[in-house]
């Protein structure tokens, strides 16, 4: 393929070398002459194992080759990859400045040159950034309809600076958002023959995957140093501590407990994550990020308060009240405080639970409900119909079958979904239906 690539900074240089490596004809632009020149000469721009070697090959069989003039590598190819920065503003937010007008340069190209360009954004940026602001100055410049008269795609990159040439043949994955599938499939067409899977997902969705990944490595690596700090305290071997974590593939390294849901809770997580950021503080070790995960999950159950606030309905009906499925056990179930906040404002309410019988309860379960939610009695149903009849609003906290199933269909019922319905999706688009975090 006949391949532009704008940009020829590390995610650039190093896109542009290997896809020359991989048979592509491809020209790299940049603002920057000096880059222009070094790649011509054969020199990397960039500092990163094998580049040199790479660069220096690719130019020399007249695959890569480089210029100063966004139209003039346009004119020469039918698929632009996009890689200038997009650094942080002072504020925080992303600039997108760089993005702006190199596609307004893309896009002028494209008017003049005719046929199908397919334009690919491979810089990070945020959701919408591809479709409300770059598709319309693409639009405007290129005269023409995206996903008709050219291509748009996002296609995040996940090479690791320093490994990048290696990540390249070797990727974790690669993500291709398409506005239409004949982008996505120039897209795929490109990275032909290398290994790891290939999602092809909406564009916004491209986009935000390279966010979850980043803020996860960020919080992995920030948790790992903060319990590393405490165990320090503690005398004991933080390595060993991990050793043993990282073998859990069950629990720790595995997809349990990262897909949005309702808070956590229960008896041990929210009173061993206080025990150990209480200790951390007695031992003078400030955990930002372990001292933070309790108010985040407070602040996830004051979102569902809130849900049901905005309803503007009073008669309410929870399905779950047990801190998790097949279990009775109520003690710090985020399920009970939701019913007493509800309760609290005075929402007429109605509990239903599988597990949860007043009768059977005993100790410690039975003592949690009296001190926590003393009218529980009254607000406990029998039946999954008793709360239907009753309510306006239904909030699913359970994915008890007898529940799913009687779930009304269709839009004619509010819901105040917590756990992410097994028809979400069809849900969505239903007028009353609204997820917790999706
Ligand atoms: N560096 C990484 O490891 C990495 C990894 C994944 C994603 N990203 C993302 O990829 C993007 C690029 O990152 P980078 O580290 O390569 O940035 P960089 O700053 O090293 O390179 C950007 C290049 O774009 C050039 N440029 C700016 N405007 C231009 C224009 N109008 N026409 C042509 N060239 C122009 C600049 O001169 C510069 O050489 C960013 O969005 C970044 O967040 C970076």
Same mark, same amino acid.
């Given at each position: 393929?006949?391949?532009?690539?704008?940009?020829?900074?590390?995610?650039?240089?190093?896109?542009?070398?290997?896809?020359?490596?991989?048979?592509?004809?491809?020209?790299?632009?940049?603002?920057?002459?000096?880059?222009?020149?070094?790649?011509?000469?054969?020199?990397?721009?960039?500092?990163?194992?094998?580049?040199?070697?790479?660069?220096?090959?690719?130019?020399?069989?007249?695959?890569?080759?480089?210029?100063?003039?966004?139209?003039?590598?346009?004119?020469?190819?039918?698929?632009?990859?996009?890689?200038?920065?997009?650094?942080?503003?002072?504020?925080?937010?992303?600039?997108?400045?760089?993005?702006?007008?190199?596609?307004?340069?893309?896009?002028?190209?494209?008017?003049?040159?005719?046929?199908?360009?397919?334009?690919?954004?491979?810089? &990070?940026?945020?959701?919408? &950034?591809?479709?409300?602001?770059?598709?319309?100055?693409?639009?405007?410049?290129?005269?023409?309809?995206?996903?008709?008269?050219?291509?748009?795609?996002?296609?995040?990159?996940?090479?690791?600076?320093? &490994?990048?040439?290696?990540?390249?043949?070797?990727?974790?994955?690669?993500?291709?958002?398409?506005?239409? @599938?004949?982008?996505?499939?120039?897209?795929?067409?490109?990275?032909?023959?290398?290994?790891?899977?290939?999602?092809?997902?909406?564009?916004?969705?491209?986009?935000?995957?390279?966010?979850?990944?980043?803020?996860?490595?960020?919080?992995?690596?920030?948790?790992?140093?903060?319990?590393?700090?405490?165990?320090?305290?503690?005398?004991?071997?933080?390595?060993?501590?991990?050793?043993?974590?990282?073998?859990?593939?069950?629990?720790?390294?595995?997809?349990?407990?990262?897909?949005?849901?309702?808070?956590?809770?229960?008896?041990?997580? @929210?009173?061993?994550?206080?025990?150990?950021?209480?200790?951390?503080?007695?031992?003078?070790?400030?955990?930002?990020?372990?001292?933070?995960?309790?108010?985040?999950?407070?602040?996830?159950?004051?979102?569902?308060?809130?849900?049901?606030?905005?309803?503007?309905?009073?008669?309410?009906?929870?399905?779950?009240?047990?801190?998790?499925?097949?279990?009775?056990?109520?003690?710090?179930?985020?399920?009970?405080?939701?019913?007493?906040?509800?309760?609290?404002?005075?929402?007429?309410?109605?509990?239903?639970?599988?597990?949860?019988?007043?009768?059977?309860?005993?100790?410690?379960?039975?003592?949690?409900?009296?001190?926590?939610?003393?009218?529980?009695?009254?607000?406990?149903?029998?039946?999954?119909?008793?709360?239907?009849?009753?309510?306006?609003?239904?909030?699913?906290?359970?994915?008890?079958?007898?529940?799913?199933?009687?779930?009304?269909?269709?839009?004619?019922?509010?819901?105040?979904?917590?756990?992410?319905?097994?028809?979400?999706?069809?849900?969505?688009?239903?007028?009353?239906?609204?997820?917790?975090?999706?």
């Amino acid at each position: 393929m006949r391949v532009s690539v704008l940009g020829l900074g590390y995610v650039g240089c190093v896109s542009a070398a290997c896809l020359a490596s991989l048979g592509h004809e491809v020209i790299g632009v940049d603002v920057n002459q000096v880059k222009v020149d070094l790649v011509n000469d054969g020199k990397a721009p960039v500092v990163e194992e094998r580049i040199g070697e790479l660069i220096a090959e690719v130019v020399r069989t007249g695959a890569l080759r480089a210029t100063g003039d966004v139209r003039e590598a346009i004119m020469g190819s039918d698929v632009s990859l996009v890689c200038v920065g997009t650094p942080s503003e002072p504020n925080g937010s992303l600039c997108t400045t760089y993005l702006e007008r190199v596609t307004e340069e893309i896009g002028a190209a494209v008017a003049e040159r005719g046929g199908r360009q397919t334009v690919v954004f491979r810089s &990070t940026m945020l959701p919408g &950034t591809c479709l409300d602001l770059l598709v319309p100055i693409l639009e405007k410049y290129a005269g023409g309809t995206a996903g008709v008269d050219f291509g748009v795609a996002v296609n995040p990159e996940f090479l690791r600076e320093g &490994t990048s040439v290696r990540d390249f043949f070797d990727p974790p994955k690669t993500v291709i958002g398409e506005l239409d @599938p004949a982008s996505g499939d120039v897209v795929a067409a490109l990275y032909d023959g290398l290994p790891g899977e290939v999602f092809r997902v909406p564009v916004p969705t491209a986009e935000a995957i390279k966010y979850a990944d980043n803020a996860f490595h960020g919080l992995k690596i920030g948790f790992a140093n903060e319990l590393g700090a405490v165990c320090r305290a503690l005398g004991v071997d933080s390595h060993q501590v991990m050793d043993v974590f990282l073998a859990d593939r069950k629990l720790n390294i595995s997809p349990a407990y990262l897909r949005p849901g309702f808070a956590f809770g229960g008896s041990c997580l @929210p009173k061993d994550l206080r025990s150990l950021v209480h200790a951390a503080q007695r031992a003078d070790v400030s955990v930002p990020i372990l001292a933070h995960v309790l108010p985040s999950n407070a602040e996830h159950l004051q979102r569902a308060v809130e849900l049901v606030e905005r309803t503007g309905r009073r008669r309410v009906g929870l399905f779950g009240l047990s801190f998790k499925p097949g279990t009775d056990d109520l003690r710090e179930s985020p399920l009970v405080e939701l019913a007493e906040r509800l309760f609290g404002k005075g929402y007429d309410l109605r509990i239903y639970d599988p597990n949860v019988n007043l009768s059977r309860l005993l100790g410690a379960n039975r003592e949690y409900i009296e001190t926590r939610l003393p009218h529980l009695a009254q607000l406990l149903a029998e039946s999954v119909d008793e709360v239907l009849d009753h309510a306006e609003v239904c909030v699913v906290g359970t994915r008890d079958p007898a529940v799913l199933s009687a779930l009304p269909q269709g839009g004619g019922r509010m819901i105040v979904d917590l756990i992410r319905l097994p028809d979400a999706e069809a849900r969505r688009a239903e007028p009353g239906y609204v997820g917790l975090a999706w």
